[in-house]
């Protein structure tokens, strides 16, 4: 079935340096691209989102890049802080008998003082 | 706004027993999402509602597991009988539009069968 892999599975970073987390997606016609944060404990949390019809947006020290011809997309963190340390999970819409988000396996970084 | 409120946080019961988790999504929302989330497998979607109708259940593991949404406010998922490889975190998670705005999830519940 259509699917989302994420890389890498872990990622430890110096505080103030950049983080960069990929993902791919099979399906053609998917068109929305949402980026969640998870921290312990917690639900999910949006964070960053993009459509197919734009290439990169940004919203603070997070930008998330798109690449429709690949199929890949990347979310970028700069000045990372100790308080962005969390589980960092891509996804990407899909048709599979019905729309739905299909999830990649979440990245858990963590950002050393 | 309070945000999806999901209970129990914890729940541990005895394998065979009924599991019953609630979920009560943002007021407004139109969508309902049950997923859940386990080391091997990732987040899941088990099923989702639009206007407190079923759409895609596609990802119910079997027919021990099964979800209502009675009304706009609530929703269950209920396990019966629970195994424990039905260990997980199961998470629900509202939206006003299916891909229009992001899903806000609850905090989810821990389920542990022994």
């Known amino acids: 079935g259509e699917n989302v892999e994420q890389h890498p599975s872990t990622l430890s970073v110096q505080e103030g340096d950049s983080a960069v987390i990929k993902c791919t997606y099979s399906d053609s016609a998917s068109n929305y691209f949402p980026w969640y944060k998870q921290e312990l404990g917690k639900g999910p949390q949006l964070i960053i989102d993009i459509r197919s019809n734009v290439g990169e947006k940004k919203d603070q020290r997070i930008a998330v890049t798109l690449n429709k011809t690949a199929k890949h997309f990347s979310l970028h963190i700069t000045e990372t802080q100790p308080e962005d340390s969390a589980v960092y999970f891509c996804?990407?819409?899909?048709?599979?008998?019905?729309?739905?988000?299909?999830f990649g396996q979440g990245t858990r970084l963590t950002i050393n003082p | 706004d309070a945000g999806v409120i999901q209970s129990p946080r914890h729940e541990v019961t005895e394998m065979g027993q009924e599991v019953t988790l609630r979920c009560k999504p943002i007021s407004g929302h139109d969508y309902l999402f049950w997923y859940r989330q386990t080391m091997m497998r990732g987040l899941e979607l088990l099923i989702y509602?639009?206007?407190?109708?079923?759409?895609?259940d596609s990802g119910m593991p079997e027919d021990r597991f099964s979800a209502k949404m009675p009304n706009a406010s609530f929703s269950t998922l209920k396990i019966q009988p629970s195994e424990p490889r039905d260990s997980a975190v199961y998470f629900c998670a509202s939206s006003l539009g299916l891909l229009s705005y992001g899903y806000t999830f609850g905090s989810g519940t821990r389920l542990t069968v022994v």
């Open positions: 996804a990407a819409s899909i048709l599979q008998g019905a729309q739905k988000l299909v």
């Open positions: 509602f639009n206007n407190n109708v079923p759409i895609d």
